[in-house]
């Protein structure tokens, strides 16, 4: 689940690049507005949603027991963020697309209850 909002995510930001751009851009501003405060608001609660799907995760056994979750959430997110970034300063906007599958494996194998064990196409351990 949490790789296909991750998935959703970079292919809405690789979509309608502008979005990324107006929100870093609101969100450089020093002073309170509108918009700052509904990116902040947007953020906190796709977090909250976030550590409830990594909690679940644990339960399930999927993820690691003792993981941080808060930290977990903000990861996710900042993988996200990270790869706008990259792409945004590429002009690029598929480059994030590229790059997706390999971060959330990453990000997987860290999270992940059992090791999870990179493969070669040929289906052999790595």
């Given at each position: 689940?949490?790789?296909a909002?991750?998935?959703?995510?970079?292919?809405?930001?690789?979509?309608?690049?502008?979005?990324?751009?107006?929100?870093?851009?609101?969100?450089?501003r020093?002073?309170?507005?509108?918009?700052?405060?509904?990116?902040?608001?947007?953020?906190?609660?796709?977090?909250?949603?976030?550590?409830?799907?990594?909690?679940?995760?644990?339960?399930?056994?999927?993820?690691?027991?003792?993981t941080?979750?808060?930290?977990?959430?903000?990861?996710?997110?900042?993988?996200?963020?990270?790869?706008?970034?990259?792409?945004?300063?590429?002009?690029?906007?598929?480059?994030?697309?590229?790059?997706?599958?390999?971060?959330?494996?990453?990000?997987?194998?860290?999270?992940?209850?059992?090791?999870?064990?990179?493969?070669?196409?040929?289906?052999?351990?790595?």
């Amino acid at each position: 689940a949490l790789e296909a909002v991750f998935l959703a995510h970079i292919g809405f930001a690789a979509e309608y690049p502008g979005v990324p751009r107006i929100v870093f851009g609101e969100l450089q501003r020093n002073e309170a507005s509108a918009s700052r405060h509904v990116v902040q608001n947007l953020l906190r609660q796709y977090g909250q949603r976030l550590q409830q799907w990594l909690a679940q995760g644990q339960a399930q056994g999927q993820v690691a027991p003792g993981t941080d979750l808060a930290a977990a959430s903000a990861l996710l997110v900042g993988m996200v963020q990270g790869l706008v970034m990259q792409s945004v300063l590429a002009g690029d906007a598929g480059l994030m697309r590229a790059q997706a599958p390999a971060a959330f494996a990453l990000y997987r194998r860290a999270i992940a209850a059992q090791p999870v064990v990179p493969s070669c196409p040929d289906g052999e351990p790595a």
